[in-house]
Every structure is written in C-alpha cells, then in structure tokens.
C-alpha cells in the first residue's frame, strides 16, 4: 500500500507528497514501500550500523531497482542519507551515489540523471571536491546524447568526513524545468532545464570503483511530487531531532 506523507509547515500549510517508493535497509535492500517491483536487482553484500537503525554499505556493488511505478519521471524527489565510510572529499576519487541507466536499442536512448563526487583528474582536478550533478538527455535520432552538468562547478563538501551522515534530497519536475539539490534541508542548486524525459528500466545507488566498502546508504525514499525547500527540512529534521 502506497502511504501518503502530509508536512504541516511553519506558514500553517499542508502538502501532500506520495511516498512511492521506500527502502529503510534494515537487512535487506528490498523496498518496504514501492508502486512497482520493491526487489533489488543486484544483492547487497552486507548491513551495518546506520543513521536510523542499520544502512547498506557499498563500494564496487551496487544496488538497482526497476524504475516503472517506482521513480516517476514527470516529477518526484529522492531522498537519502549517505556517509562516506574512509575517505574525504579531497581524495581525488570518483564517489557514486545515483544514477538512472542509460540504454542504446537502435534510435532508442534513455536519458540519465547522474550524481556523484568528481573524481581528480586535469582539467577538473580543481572540482575533486565537489558533488556533481550531471544529466545526458538523449538525441531524436542516433546512438548521440548530450551531456549537461547542472550548476557550473558543483558543490563543495568540503567538511564531509568519514563515519558522518549527510541528507540528499534532489527533486526535478519536468512541466516546471526545475531541478533542486539539497544537502542536510539547505538548497544548494537550482536550475531550469531540459530535464531527462526518460529515465531508462533501472535505477542505480554505487559507491567507489577501487573497494568494496566506500558509502554507507541509509533510508532511500521516492515521493510523487518535487518537494519544497519545507518538506525537505521536514525530512531531516525528522531524524536530527531523534539525536539530539
């Protein structure tokens, strides 16, 4: 049963957005809440303590889920807790998070939505540092697609450390060409913009290349609408206050 979250803000307005898609990783990587398929495609190799309860540690492995009925693509917000497990942004690694997949079938290409930490190498070693955010929105004909990073340098992390938690939440709505990152409830980017218009069968959640433990991945949650700047502080107050 899908289950519907309400956000009673500090102007005294409701919203709604639809919780469509959840998975609190309490032992498996199965979602507890989906609108489509809640299996994970690829299993996770093992559980540890995370920021409620426990998280899904990732490093070369990787965790895909189907994307019909779970990451709707005309609008919707994706939320989770990650922590770096052993590295610090200035490692001059690349760092995954989050990617849907792009699939070539002759004049069919799937758009992708990629959003990771950069990884060093010239002429970018100055963003080695920094969350990027990028999308490829595919061509009307050929195996082409045009890749756009969304903000022009991306955001610094400076001060992420490991053994600590921070809260993504990006939203994207395709009517508005809005798309929004938040990191621990502050906005961080927004940007209009030709927003993939199909996100391909599966989404992904990775850590590095080079080990098996890289990011720790905690409480993965996909709602129907773009959340605003409100519902996301919601969200992570939600669980800050718990420990506090």
């Not at 050929?142 to 939440?169: E, M, N, Y």
Request: hydrophobic share 40%.
């Amino acid at each position: 049963m899908r289950t519907v979250i309400y956000f009673l803000l500090m102007t005294g307005t409701l919203s709604a957005g639809e919780l469509v898609f959840r998975a609190p990783f309490e032992g498996t990587a199965d979602a507890v809440v989906a609108g489509g398929d809640p299996a994970c495609k690829r299993e996770a190799q093992h559980f540890g303590p995370g920021i409620d309860g426990q998280a899904v540690y990732l490093g070369r492995d990787a965790l895909m889920y189907q994307t019909a009925q779970n990451l709707p693509e005309e609008r919707g917000t994706l939320t989770m807790w990650v922590m770096p497990i052993d590295w610090t942004a200035d490692d001059g690694e690349r760092h995954g998070f989050f990617s849907t997949q792009i699939v070539m079938d002759g004049e069919q290409i799937a758009s992708q939505i990629s959003l990771h930490k950069y990884q060093h190498y010239p002429p970018s070693a100055r963003h080695s540092n920094h969350l990027v955010l990028f999308t490829a929105r595919r061509q009307q004909r050929g195996a082409q697609f045009t890749f756009q990073r969304v903000g022009t340098d991306g955001i610094p992390i400076f001060d992420w450390q490991p053994g600590a938690w921070h809260f993504l939440a990006l939203t994207w709505n395709q009517a508005s060409g809005l798309m929004q990152l938040f990191i621990d409830g502050h906005k961080k980017l927004s940007r209009r913009m030709a927003i993939p218009d199909h996100f391909g069968p599966h989404f992904f959640f990775n850590g590095g290349q080079r080990k098996t433990d890289d990011i720790a991945l905690d409480d993965l949650r996909i709602y129907d609408a773009a959340l605003t700047q409100g519902e996301v502080r919601a969200l992570y107050l939600e669980i800050i206050d718990r420990h506090e």
